[in-house]
């Protein structure tokens, strides 16, 4: 019933008009599965602040069946807050709550940036690469013992306003993702990248996937990330 009434508004020639680029590793994919949901979706759960543990942990199972048609294995997250509109935090697989970003400054140094590479990455290749490294014992150690704990603790930090804190696991996430996810990285930012763990001026993290698109960048003194990546095309996003 739903496949046939959306096969019919499909042929009439339906638009999704969004100002996020595709391949871009910011939810572009998520944000269609959040629209169609929106509007099509029956017996759907509609949005409200007050929203239960168990509903949100539904709606996220539902985005992921969806955009697996994308990515061919989705966590669900990024239609969830684009459906949610409003950061979410997960506590455990049973756990996700709304959460409040940290005010922004406008006198601090410390920013948030994203970088455009210019190239449009391909999700369902490097989710599929992610997931064969998964299959061997010795990766699936050091995602459990480093890269999950870095990425905690840097969610930790900058919730809490720990600047030192998010800045030494910053360095040690970034680190970890050169040393073992470097085809996720664009070939050629894989210096820039290093750069930045050198000189400490800026660290690097990639956006969904990888492999193109925006690469999220973070320094405690946005001066001299200027500088330092002065031939590139950076957006602020945050101030701190």
């Known amino acids: 019933m739903i496949l046939t009434r959306w096969k019919r508004i499909y042929c009439q020639g339906i638009v999704f008009d969004s100002s996020i680029p595709q391949g871009y590793g910011v939810g572009s994919s998520g944000a269609l599965v959040a629209a169609v949901y929106d509007r099509y979706g029956l017996d759907k759960i509609t949005y409200d602040p007050t929203l239960s543990g168990k509903l949100i942990i539904r709606l996220k199972d539902i985005f992921a069946q969806m955009e697996s048609y994308f990515h061919g294995k989705s966590s669900g997250m990024d239609p969830l807050i684009c459906y949610m509109n409003h950061p979410m935090l997960i506590q455990s697989k049973d756990a996700i709550d709304p959460v409040g970003m940290p005010p922004a400054s406008q006198t601090g140094k410390g920013a948030i940036f994203l970088i455009n590479t210019g190239e449009v990455g391909e999700t369902q290749p490097l989710v599929n690469l ?83 698109g925006y690469i999220l960048g973070f320094t405690e003194d946005l001066e001299k990330a200027h500088k330092e990546l002065k031939d590139h095309d950076i957006q602020v996003i945050h101030c701190f």
């Open 130 to 212: 992610f997931l064969d490294k998964c299959k061997e014992e010795g990766f699936t150690h050091v995602i459990k013992n480093e890269l999950i704990p870095f990425n905690n603790n840097c969610i930790k930090a900058f919730l809490k306003g720990e600047a030192k804190d998010l800045f030494s696991n910053l360095k040690a996430l970034s680190g970890f993702l050169l040393s073992n996810l470097a085809p996720m990285i664009p070939r050629r930012y894989r210096k820039i990248w290093q750069k930045g763990l050198e000189t400490e001026a800026y660290y690097l993290k990639l956006c969904g996937s990888g492999g193109g």
